[in-house]
């Protein structure tokens, strides 16, 4: 385990550096103990800093940090940041990160010509929360949380892409578990079958009036209603944030846009309120009933 030291703030709005000046700043060295096979803990925070994180940390309370870094699975690598020192209760960043080959499906709908196979990098699993925070207005639990967010979801993706373009991948890939993962992060990533694009648009749409944590656990607890009375159960598939030519042609096809169209226009979903009622009780009392 080793902490963070003190560090310069570094605060910037500007668009992600060019690979020139990338690739001058962090020098690749090879070992299974490194991050990504490649980089040493201080290269990793000498990201944290470039990237702005660390100062919004010090903005947030959470100082001085401390930093756990797993390289010993080769196939997955874990990166752990806890306020002052490594413990379940000062956790504030939780990340597994995986490279691969995605070799996408041909998605349901024809006509859509697919790339040839993207380099990606993986989220295995992500946990960003704040641990000075507790539950109650304006932090209420969505589906799966233990402690609020961290609300830095851009400044954290900011990392990711800048990683992602330093080790050459096409793009992030994700798979939410949860349909408030998939929301929260569309932002930034579209999945890579335009049906279940259209699915969660559709839902997000219909149920625009619902206050958003109500919808996430309406869906979590299968209170939703396709047109022929069968229950929608969230089921997750891949979302990608291109970075290259090939992923961003595929999500931005005309044939990509008109499933999406399609699919909003033939997607219908209400909500069981007898059911949502009666499973009131699984959801945290603090986010109140239907």
Request: glycine share 6%; net charge positive; charged share 30%.
């Amino acid at each position: 385990m080793r902490r963070g030291g003190r560090a310069e703030p570094f605060w910037t709005d500007t668009p992600l550096v060019d690979e020139k000046e990338i690739f001058s700043e962090l020098h690749v060295k090879q070992g299974s103990s490194l991050f990504l096979g490649r980089y040493t803990l201080a290269e990793v925070l000498a990201v944290l800093d470039k990237k702005g994180f660390l100062k919004e940390a010090r903005k947030r309370f959470l100082w001085p940090l401390a930093y756990e870094l797993d390289s010993s699975d080769i196939h997955v690598q874990r990166l752990q940041i806890f306020l002052r020192r490594p413990a379940p209760e000062n956790l504030i960043v939780d990340v597994k990160l995986r490279e691969c080959e995605f070799a996408p499906k041909p998605p349901a709908a024809e006509g859509l010509p697919l790339p040839p196979p993207l380099k990606a990098l993986a989220f295995e699993w992500l946990t960003l929360q704040n641990p000075l925070d507790t539950f109650g207005e304006p932090f209420t639990p969505l589906p799966g949380q233990t402690r609020p967010g961290l609300r830095m979801r851009a400044r954290v993706m900011d990392l990711f892409v800048y990683l992602a373009r330093l080790t050459r991948k096409d793009g992030l890939l994700a798979f939410p578990a949860y349909f408030h993962n998939a929301v929260l992060f569309s932002r930034y990533f579209r999945f890579w079958n335009p049906r279940k694009e259209a699915e969660v648009l559709a839902i997000r749409r219909t149920f625009s009036h619902l206050p958003f944590r109500q919808l996430a656990w309406a869906v979590h607890l299968n209170c939703l209603r396709r047109p022929d009375g069968r229950v929608y159960e969230w089921a997750a598939e891949e979302q990608i944030y291109p970075l290259t030519r090939p992923p961003k042609d595929y999500l931005d096809s005309r044939r990509y846009r008109e499933i999406v169209k399609a699919g909003l226009k033939e997607a219908a979903f209400t909500l069981d309120k007898g059911e949502y009622e009666r499973r009131a009780a699984e959801i945290p009392s603090i986010c109140g009933g239907a």
